[in-house]
């Protein structure tokens, strides 16, 4: 059973959740090859172990205990199924540098670094739309900037 | 021989003399007879002619008491249609009035020419006119009185088509204030729509302004604001 600090590992490693489609999708392939003949399984693992060796180091997980490897992916797809992701909506594409940023800042209070789902429109001008645990807050420049003029309209009109 | 006693001649002329004048007051009973028959039939003739004459005289004057109706009807119609401020239901309204005022005058003005038929026909069987003469002074007091009615009864028309047109003014000027009105609630939302246009603008070239100023960097930096800043963590419950 992978403990749940390990699972917070992967996080650092997958912060979109299109990362971590990206790794369900390799996991799902790893699986195949647990069940072909040589040499293809040893490829299809060999490729896995090439991509994440170093994260499942640092969970602590042998890759070449193949017995044990089935259980672990499912644990892992069980797990990732469940993940409660912040949704985010950003006007630029966010960098990984950037995500870290926000995942070291969010760590101490959700208790874990948070995986995000990032959608990007530029309608928002600037500043993040936050959709998270069914909270809701847009703290974008559009909104921003509408309530700034609105709440100003009269002062901005007489000015006109 | 014989011969007659004096007194006898005396007699005999006498007789005679009677015979005569008797015969002389027949004659001029039978002359007077045949001449007050003539007189009467010429009378009566001359009497026909005139009442004809008057008939048509009136009729006339009916005929051109019902042209001048229709003028100012023609005239009333067209100083409505000619109302821009007018609508439709007012015009028609206006179109309807006219023609009821028109309707009532024009019955008006045929009672009194029917009127004026009827003591002519009553002057004549009242046998107050014998003579052309007679008749001619009847007759001249008749038309005299007709384009007397005729003529206040113009200046009715024309009074009542100067009030026509004096209220379709009215109206049309009330309209006129209406426009104003309309016009003026117009420039209002339309002053109102233009403020809220450049208010737009305004506003879209502000959101543009910082969509095409602001970097990457200071993209992520103003993100990294808001998520150290305790009051969003709270909001969001973290």
């Known amino acids: 059973m992978i403990e749940m600090s390990k699972f917070y590992e992967m996080h650092r490693y997958f912060k979109t959740i299109e990362n971590t489609k990206t790794f369900l999708s390799d996991i799902t392939k790893a699986e195949t090859g647990l069940f072909k003949q040589a040499p293809e399984e040893s490829r299809l693992l060999n490729d896995f172990d090439h991509k994440y060796s170093k994260l499942f180091l640092n969970m602590d997980i042998d890759l070449s205990k193949k017995d044990k490897l089935t259980r672990y992916f499912s ?83 007489s000015g006109l | 021989m014989y011969t007659l006693p004096g007194n006898a001649y005396i007699f005999a002329i006498f007789i005679l003399f009677q015979g005569f004048l ?44 019902q042209q001048i109706i229709k003028d100012a009807q023609i005239s009333a119609a067209d100083i409505i249609s000619k109302s821009e401020y007018i609508s439709a239901s007012t015009q028609k309204n206006l179109d309807d009035g006219i023609n009821n005022l028109v309707k009532r005058q024009e019955l008006e003005i045929i009672k009194i020419i029917d009127s004026f038929n009827a003591e002519l026909k009553s002057e004549f069987d009242k046998e107050r006119i014998t003579t052309l003469s007679g008749f001619k002074t009847i007759f001249q007091e008749v ?44 420039e209002e939302a339309k002053t109102k729509e233009i403020q809220d246009k450049l208010f737009s603008v305004l506003l879209a070239v502000n959101k543009n302004f910082f969509s095409q100023t602001m970097t990457i960097d200071d993209h992520e930096d103003l993100v990294i604001k808001l998520f150290r800043d305790a009051a969003l963590k709270e909001t969001l419950g973290l």
């Not at chain 1, 993040?128 to 974008?140: F, M, T």
């Not at chain 2, 009973?29 to 001359?46: C, G, N």
Request: include cysteine; proline fraction near 2%.
């Open chain 2, 22 to 65: 008797v015969l002389l007051v027949l004659f001029l009973f039978i002359d007077k007879f045949f001449s007050t028959r003539k007189h009467r039939l010429e009378a009566d003739l001359v009497k026909q002619d005139a009442f004809k004459q008057a008939l048509k005289e009136l009729g006339a004057a009916k005929t051109k008491a």
């Open chain 1, 75 to 157: 644990e892992i797809k069980e797990y990732f199924a469940s993940l409660n992701c912040m949704h985010l909506t950003l006007a630029f594409s966010p960098s990984d540098r950037f995500l870290d940023t926000l995942q070291t800042i969010l760590t101490s209070s959700v208790g874990f670094p948070p995986v995000f789902d990032v959608s990007v429109d530029p309608i928002a001008i600037g500043g993040v739309i936050i959709d998270y645990n069914g909270k809701y807050l847009d703290l974008s420049l559009n909104k921003l900037l509408d309530r700034y003029f609105m709440e100003h309209k009269n002062a901005i009109l």
């Open chain 2, 143 to 186: 038309k005299d009185a007709s384009i007397k009615q005729l003529s206040s009864f113009n200046d009715i028309l024309t009074n009542s088509s100067l009030d026509a047109e004096g209220s379709l003014k009215a109206q049309a000027s009330e309209h006129l204030e209406e426009m104003r009105l309309r016009l003026k609630v117009y």
